[in-house]
């Protein structure tokens, strides 16, 4: 394995380069990996030198007016301390290629080195001692799940599967057991008068909301003239946002999302009603007109939420009924079988409560601050939840019919329940007794106290912050328990979880690691495993939007389209057995549906030919089924895995043309691990400037040509030449403004070694074998899972889970399942005492 | 009773509108104080229903007439404080006519005066139909009121409901904000008050608990190393704040009237019909004498309502009560006792608004300056008719000659929704609903 190299860090936090409209600066800096040397940097020890030496005066001279005086940042510079775990030769190398940002070439050689013997001994150890607080609380990802999590546990099929399971995961939490099938279950009733469920005609499962019956009967069991139908199963969010939903009907519909379902099917009358339940849409009474009704709903993603779809027709002429949606990163598109299934998931409560974000100064989600809004938040999330609570108490707390004092020990023996769950440990003694007191004995205020309760509960800090355990104090298995869920979840133990810890099974890390294991199987780890490659690949805020007259085809449908293909890839990979992190980066397929090969596999769907009858069957039966996704196989030199993916080709591009900086960018820091500093001049790329018979390959080396620039561009741009087979939407081209693309080029890698690379596919294998990539991704990977930087918990880590992927053959859910035990247990080798530099 | 609910009910009797209300409600001018209020006469509406028609032998007086005293009938015996002010209209039509039977057109035509658009809901006879065609004669007045700065209001209108069931039909809505636009009554006095108060109640049960949680960070906090104590230190800081926020705002902002308790747990079941119709209406006075609204409506039930008036000693449900022949003593026993009921609240009703002196009128009440419009979807139960529905109005908001009952003879309810109009200050409507029904006029109420 090739030794690492010291990494460059881009230690300004500068905008800049490029001037994008609408578009992130390819110069942001990224969070890279550390690198943990302080050992090695230790034997360098030098004379120390006071601050009356030459380099005092040098650092004075050339460095305090950004990074202040004591090395603590300045507001109007760069803002924070020096970080204390880089090496002397990671800090040399900084100084020498990018300080001071006006001129790197002020400060080099020997200067340089002394500047980071000085920096380190005199300003970094002064600030060291100041550890990382590890307390952090919620972040609002893990509050919402957390919270919806907490009452979903007292919901009547969660707590059916929590008595009787044995150790077998379900998966989708519903109820609907082995019958579940995609689609959603089609009951046809014969309407007489009134009464809409008059006769049960037929029963099916139907893939997609959209029925135009005409002036027929939908089933020949039933009459033409009046007949009801209702939908029912469960819909599934894969992203947490807000929905749409669009009903259209020129009859009668009702639409209804994430209620608790009665066990009975109530015969549907039009002088009876179900009584609690609120439709999302109703568009019941007609009007002799076609009409459309639309509503919109916040959901969490990885979850799945009953739906319920009622229908009738009345003596009006035709009858049909059409149930869209517009999901986050979608267009509107029919409901259709990809999303629903015919299973009875339980009500999931969805918080609204209007949060702050989260921090996300390193580049990932932090629960490190407790403002005022936090508070506020908090209270408004309280309060929505224990009304929650109340309005569903006798179903979540099995009140039933009970009476008087067993209502009263009922209602009491259920808020301490709820308190364990959200607590996630057994309650405290003094806890057990004043949750009653808080409920009270009189059974006409109950509710009142619970709602009391439920807000102490869920504004506690037992509940707020994942993990209390004191510095150096073991942690209970309910803390492990806790932990691991945290990190595979962003949520709360599941019952077997926490029965595993309770009957001690949650204490080697092979009984951690198995738990692990089947809590990956669960949608919420989905959930979270999409949440890594959102940040990953900066999937977030992206404009896709391109010139219309270039990119005539290149509408919403098709970005939309997009998003999903490569979360679809994202998905077969890392949930296939092998969960190869290489074949994220060199796959040479593409998941398509029809729309997205006409654009990108033109051969591949370019049919000419003459069809016949059998064939514009198919095709019929087929359309039904256009939206589904299929592997498209590519010559392996015109594709390669994500690299290739043109969603991200899309984002990293202008909008009538290709950027191979942004591109390039993305490649050196996401991919292949290698941090830059930000650009020393801000340089607008301006397109008309050029002589028009340029390639965008000869523009960018025009406008990068500068020394200056170079020291970066050396490195960004020989990456980003190789995508440029491929225009502005992604699409493979031979040609670029008449003349033929030149994918090639040489790159220095951060060893010193130079590549011949001619395709992204050559970038792709570099990185495979590339330490620097693995721990970037490790990192990523880490903090993203943890919510925190792995040096905090010890040094080297990154450098041994890096290790570990490797001979794991880069399987990146042995990679998630290892992390999330070593976090739970916390059972590290003791830190390496840090030797005294002297 | 408990400790919880006792502070509970101090709370809403101490906090006043508390702080939730505090954004929206700053610069209101009229929930301040008194040196605030305008001078000009506030003239109010409220129209309550209820549904299956009455007993038209026990409602309408024997006598009629510019110059005889009104006298009203056992049935009606709870508005006798009220006489004098009482109007009694017979002899008005609903005659609006097309698709959907007599207790939708009953229901959605009542104020709207215009036809129902076509559709899809079958009822116990006739065409199929949808929506009412147009809009309600309150909203049309709450209209009026909003478009000038002198009468506007938060809110323009209130809806309220009493067992309105839990579904959209031409039979459950009668106000329409226009074609096709039913507006769904709250029937809920907790999802009521939360609108008018905004969340008071909920604010005080966490200032209840936040000692408790802030002894919790403490004692977490204690166990920590220095570092790590630090958020918790700001999340306590946090929770002192919030406690500040929560008494200061209480503190501030006092309602002229304080909001009426409201009891958090009541079910809403119809067993406990006649403690939540006390609720709504203590929350429509509030709401009139706050000047959060000047239109409001109370719909009890809905047209063909099966409400058990168990309360009242009734197991039949009350529409099929109302299908009873003329001759079933037992059924008309019953019917009686219904009709006294809503009589009584009424007159609660009346009372209340009576009670309350009009803010900045010395010796005036707020039932001198509102106008209640006491309906019903159907003449009579058992024959569905429209003609003859029971008008009957109390207070002094259109300025309606009272004291006395007339027989208008077969008069449109157009005509009385454009006197109405006219007396609330809306003298321009020279129409309302279908303008067939509308000839003559409004009716003379002078």
Request: net charge negative.
């Amino acid at each position: 394995m090739p030794t690492p190299t010291p990494l460059r860090r881009c230690t300004l936090m500068l905008a800049g380069c490029l001037m994008l409209a609408g578009d992130k600066s390819p110069c942001a800096p990224a969070a890279p990996p550390q690198a943990d040397a302080r050992q090695a940097d230790a034997r360098q020890a030098t004379d120390a030198e006071s601050p009356a030496t030459p380099v005092a005066n040098i650092y004075r001279q050339k460095c305090e007016r950004c990074h202040g005086a004591d090395g603590g940042g300045t507001p109007d510079g760069y803002s924070k301390p020096f970080q204390p775990d880089q090496s002397l030769e990671e800090l040399t190398t900084i100084i020498v290629e990018t300080m001071p940002e006006e001129d790197p070439q002020l400060c080099v050689g020997e200067e340089a080195r002394q500047l980071a013997r000085y920096i380190r001994r005199q300003l970094i150890s002064r600030s060291e001692p100041a550890p990382e607080p590890r307390i952090s609380r919620l972040t609002v990802s893990q509050y919402r799940n957390a919270v919806a999590d907490v009452i979903g546990h007292f919901a009547p099929s969660a707590r059916q599967r929590n008595e009787t399971s044995n150790g077998s995961a379900r998966r989708g939490g519903g109820a609907g057991g082995d019958s579940e099938v995609p689609g959603l279950r089609g009951d046809y009733y014969q309407s007489a008068g009134m009464n809409k469920a008059h006769r049960l005609g037929h029963y099916r499962s139907d893939n997609r909301m959209e029925f135009d019956f005409g002036s027929e009967a939908p089933v020949p069991s039933l009459t033409a003239d009046q007949f009801a139908i209702i939908w029912q199963g469960a819909l599934s969010a894969d992203h947490t946002g807000n929905y749409e939903f669009r009903l259209s009907t020129e009859n009668g519909a009702r639409l209804y999302l994430n209620f608790d379902p009665t066990p009975d099917r109530r015969a549907l009358r039009d002088d009876s009603s179900v009584a609690g339940q609120q439709a999302l849409i109703d568009a019941w009474v007609g009007s002799g007109e076609h009409r459309q009704r639309t509503a919109r709903v916040f959901l969490l993603g990885g979850r799945s939420y009953p739906i319920r779809l009622e229908f009738f027709k009345y003596l009006e002429d035709d009858a049909s009924i059409k149930l869209e949606w517009k999901p986050p990163h979608g267009t509107w598109q029919v409901l259709d079988y990809n999303h629903t299934s015919t299973s009875q998931p339980d009500r999931v409560f969805v918080s609204q409560a209007p949060f702050p974000a989260d921090d996300r100064s390193l580049g990932f989600e932090r629960g490190v601050s407790a403002s005022p809004q936090w508070q506020t938040a908090t209270m408004h999330g309280a309060v929505q939840a224990a009304s929650e609570v109340v309005d569903r108490l006798p179903l979540l707390a099995e009140l039933n019919e009970l009476q008087g004092q067993q209502r009263v020990a009922r209602t009491h023996q259920f808020v301490r329940d709820f308190a364990t769950v959200a607590f996630r440990r057994p309650l405290r003694e003094d806890e057990q007794q004043l949750l009653p007191t808080l409920v009270g004995d009189d059974v006409a205020s109950l509710e009142s106290g619970v709602r009391r309760a439920v807000i102490l509960v869920l504004m506690s800090p037992s509940f707020l912050y994942p993990d209390l355990t004191p510095d150096g104090e073991a942690p209970t298995p309910w803390t492990v328990a806790s932990r691991l869920s945290f990190a595979l979840w962003d949520s709360i133990p599941d019952a077997q979880l926490t029965r595993t810890a309770a009957d001690g099974k949650l204490q080697t890390r092979d009984q951690i690691q198995s738990q692990a294991s089947r809590m990956l199987r669960d949608p919420r780890a989905k959930a979270k495993m999409q949440g890594f490659f959102r940040h990953w690949l900066e999937l977030e805020q992206r404009d896709l939007a391109k010139d219309e007259e270039l990119y005539p085809t290149f509408d919403e449908a098709v970005v939309a389209d997009l998003r999903r293909s490569l979360e679809l890839f994202i998905d077969r990979v890392v949930w296939d057995q092998d969960s190869d992190y290489r074949e994220l980066l060199r796959a040479d397929y593409l998941m398509l549906n029809d729309r997205l090969a006409a654009l990108y596999a033109p051969d591949a769907s370019a049919d000419n030919a003459k069809l016949d009858g059998e064939e514009i069957k198919r095709r019929a039966r087929r359309r039904q089924f256009a939206s589904e996704f299929q592997p498209v196989d590519f010559p392996p030199e015109k594709r390669s895995g994500i690299l290739t993916h043109p969603y991200l080709l899309s984002a990293f591009a202008y909008h009538n043309n290709t950027s191979p900086i942004h591109r390039g960018v993305f490649l050196t820091r996401n991919i292949v691990g290698r941090a830059l500093s930000p650009p020393p001049m801000a340089i607008a790329f301006k397109d008309d400037e050029f002589p028009k018979e340029l390639t965008m390959r000869e523009k960018v080396t025009h406008l990068t040509r500068d020394a200056a620039c170079m020291s970066c561009h050396s490195i960004i741009n020989p990456l980003g030449f190789t995508l440029e087979n491929f225009d502005a939407v992604g699409r493979w081209r031979d040609s670029d403004n008449q003349r033929p693309v030149d994918p090639t080029s040489q790159y220095t890698t951060a060893a010193g070694a130079t590549l011949q690379l001619a395709s992204a596919r050559d970038v792709a294998n570099f990185a495979v074998e590339s330490p620097s990539a693995h721990r970037a991704f490790v990192t990523h990977f880490f903090e993203h899972v943890v919510k925190r930087r792995p040096s905090e918990f010890r040094p080297g880590l990154v450098d041994e889970l890096s290790d570990r992927f490797v001979t794991e053959d880069f399987n990146i859910q042995k990679l998630w399942t290892q992390i999330a035990a070593l976090v739970a247990a916390q059972d590290f080798d003791p830190p390496p005492k840090l030797p005294s530099e002297n | 009773m408990s400790t919880a609910f006792e502070s509970r009910r101090r709370f809403l009797r101490d906090l006043g509108v508390g702080a939730a209300t505090m954004p929206f409600l700053a610069g209101l001018t009229s929930l301040r104080a008194e040196e605030s209020i305008a001078p000009q006469r506030r003239k109010r509406l409220v129209v309550m229903f209820s549904p299956n028609g009455t007993l038209p032998d026990e409602f309408w007086p024997d006598e009629f007439g510019d110059q005889t005293p009104l006298k009203l009938k056992p049935m009606l015996q709870a508005l006798e404080p009220f006489r004098e002010q009482t109007l009694i209209l017979k002899g008005i039509d609903n005659k609006v006519r097309g698709d959907g039977d007599n207790h939708m057109r009953g229901m959605s035509c009542l104020l709207t005066a215009t036809e129902l658009n076509p559709g899809n809901i079958q009822g116990g006879g006739h065409t199929p139909a949808g929506w009412a065609g147009g809009i309600s004669i309150d909203q049309e007045v709450r209209r009026f009121f909003q478009s000038d700065d002198r009468t506007k209001t938060r809110f323009g209108s209130l809806e309220f409901g009493v067992a309105v069931p839990n579904r959209a039909d031409p039979w459950t809505r009668m106000c329409y904000a226009g074609s096709d636009r039913p507006i769904a009554p709250i029937d809920d006095p907790g999802q009521m008050f939360e609108k008018l108060y905004g969340g008071a109640q909920d604010r005080q049960t966490v200032a209840s608990v936040l000692d408790r949680i802030g002894d919790d960070l403490a004692r977490v906090s204690s166990k920590l190393s220095s570092a790590d104590r630090s958020l918790l230190q700001e999340h306590l800081e946090s929770v002192r704040k919030l406690e500040i926020d929560i008494a200061a705002a209480s503190g501030e902002t006092q309602l002229l009237h304080p909001e009426p308790e409201i009891d958090p747990n009541i079910e809403l079941v119809n067993d406990n019909t006649p403690e939540i119709s006390r609720m709504q209406i203590e929350l429509l006075v509030n709401a009139l004498a706050n000047d959060m609204t000047r239109v409001a409506s109370l719909q009890f039930m809905r047209s063909v309502g099966q409400a058990r008036m168990r309360w009242l000693d009734i197991q039949d449900g009350h529409h099929s009560l109302s299908h009873e022949p003329d001759g079933n003593e037992q059924a008309h026993a019953k019917l009686m006792r219904i009709n006294q009921w809503f009589a009584g609240e009424l007159a609660f009703l009346a009372k209340r608004l009576a009670e309350t002196p009009e803010p900045g009128r010395p010796g005036e009440s707020l039932l001198d300056n509102t106008q209640i419009v006491w309906l019903n979807e159907l003449g009579k139960g058992n024959s569905h008719t429209l003609d003859n529905i029971p008008f009957l109005l109390v207070g002094g908001g259109a300025d309606f000659r009272t004291g006395r009952a007339l027989d208008f003879d077969g008069a449109a309810h157009n005509r009385l929704w454009l006197a109405l109009a006219h007396g609330l200050g809306h003298r321009d409507l020279q129409t309302f609903g279908s303008a067939a029904y509308c000839e003559g006029g409004a009716i003379d109420l002078g």
